[in-house]
């Protein structure tokens, strides 16, 4: 499972929210990996479905942590910061910062989740 922070603010998190879409997208047709990105916004939750839509972001739900505990818990200082968990729920590795999520860098770091 590979879990992202995001807000909507964070200029870094938007330019790479296409391409964790894309991500997304190819590993639920595959099976392979789950993508859950939630957004640290503190608004309503509305607002981040309206975002997602408005940046054609499809296949992301629109999960949001308006309390940011989720980045508390997880001891997040920066956003974007994308967190890949094993099967048992163990923590392999975490990116801080912007990734292209289809890119070779990013193939590499998930390969390490098989």
């Known amino acids: 499972m590979l879990v992202n922070l995001w807000a909507s603010w964070c200029a870094p998190c938007v330019k790479e929210l296409p391409t964790l879409d894309a991500l997304s ?26 975002f997602l839509d408005s ?25 974007p ?4 968990y094993d099967k048992n729920g163990r923590e392999v590795w975490r990116y801080i910062g912007d990734l292209d999520w289809t890119g070779a860098e990013a193939r590499a770091l998930l390969a390490e989740a098989r």
């Open 25 to 50: 997208k190819s590993q639920r047709q595959d099976g392979a990996l789950g993508v859950i990105a939630v957004s640290q916004d503190i608004g309503e939750q509305a607002s981040v479905r309206a």
């Open 55 to 79: 940046h054609k972001i499809a296949d992301l739900g629109a999960y949001h942590d308006p309390e940011m505990k989720l980045s508390s818990a997880l001891d997040v200082q920066v956003m």
């Open 81 to 84: 910061t994308s967190v890949l």
